[in-house]
C-alpha cells in the first residue's frame, strides 16, 4: 500500500479565515479523494480529486468553499475556506489505486474553528 | 442505492471478552465488504477485506465472513485486548464506483 503524508495534523484558526490541508503519496495512484469526519461521525465523501481537471463533488460540497488541487499523480490539496465552527472536523485525504480495491487513509487533520 | 448499516454503540467488554460488531449492507451488484479500525487521535486502517461471497478476512484476531444470503458482514474477536479500544467502520464499495461508503462506526472499549 502506498503512504499517505497529510499535513497539518492538526490546526486551530479564526473563523472567517481559510486552511490548506496537504496530502502527498509516495507513489503514483489512480483515485485521490477528500472526506470529512464531523465530531462523533462517520466518514462523508466531500469530493473526488482529478488529475489535471476539476474535483467531482458530492452533494452538499461546492467547489467555492472546499477548492482542491490535484496537480499530478501523487499530490492534492484541500482548502477550507472562510471558515466557521461548523467546519470544525476531521478531514481525511485517501487513496484507491483501482476499482475494487481497499482504500488507504492519511492521518488526517483535526481542524478546530473558534 | 448503497448503504451500510452498523451495530450502533458504544460498545464495553471486559478484557478476553468475545467482541460481535453487526454489520448489514445494501448494494446494487457484488460489492466488496471493508473493516477500518480508528485508534484515538488516527487516521482510518484498513483492518480486513473480503471481495466475494463466503470469503471471510481475518487480520490481527479479528474476522468477518462475507454472507450474501443475509448481506452481512459482522466483525468477530474471540477475545479482546485493551489495545483493541478504537472506533470501527464498516464499509463497501461496489464495482464501477470511485469510492467507498461507511457505516457510522461503532466505538469499542476494552476495560482490564
Known amino acids: 500500500s502506498a503512504v499517505i503524508s497529510q499535513k497539518p495534523s492538526r490546526d486551530i484558526c479564526q473563523r472567517g479565515t481559510s486552511l490548506t490541508i496537504q496530502c502527498q503519496v509516495d507513489?503514483?495512484?489512480?483515485?485521490m479523494f477528500w472526506y470529512r469526519q464531523q465530531p462523533g461521525q462517520s466518514l462523508t465523501l466531500i469530493a473526488t480529486a482529478n488529475q489535471g481537471s476539476e474535483a467531482t463533488y458530492e452533494s452538499g460540497f461546492v467547489i467555492d468553499k472546499f477548492p482542491i488541487s490535484r496537480p499530478n499523480l501523487t499530490f492534492s490539496t484541500l482548502t477550507v475556506s472562510n471558515m466557521s465552527p461548523e467546519d470544525s472536523s476531521i478531514y481525511l485525504c485517501?487513496?484507491?489505486?483501482?476499482?475494487?480495491?481497499?482504500?488507504?487513509f492519511g492521518q488526517g487533520t483535526r481542524l478546530t474553528v473558534v | 442505492g448503497n448503504s451500510v448499516t452498523q451495530m450502533e454503540g458504544p460498545v464495553t467488554l471486559s478484557e478476553e471478552a468475545f467482541l460481535t460488531i453487526n454489520c448489514t449492507y445494501t448494494a446494487t451488484g457484488y460489492p466488496s465488504l471493508f473493516w477500518y479500525v480508528q485508534y484515538p487521535g488516527e487516521g482510518l486502517q484498513l483492518l480486513l477485506k473480503?471481495?466475494?461471497?463466503?470469503d471471510k478476512g481475518s487480520n490481527k484476531g479479528f474476522e468477518a465472513t462475507y454472507r450474501k444470503e443475509t448481506t452481512s458482514f459482522h466483525l468477530e474477536k474471540g477475545s479482546v485486548q485493551v489495545s483493541d479500544s478504537a472506533v470501527y467502520f464498516c464499509a463497501l464499495t461496489r464495482a464501477g464506483a470511485n469510492n467507498l461508503f461507511f457505516g457510522t462506526g461503532t466505538r469499542l472499549t476494552v476495560i482490564p
Open positions: 507513489s503514483q495512484v489512480t483515485m
Open positions: 473480503a471481495t466475494k461471497a463466503d
Open positions: 485517501s487513496e484507491r489505486d483501482g476499482m475494487n480495491t481497499e482504500a488507504f
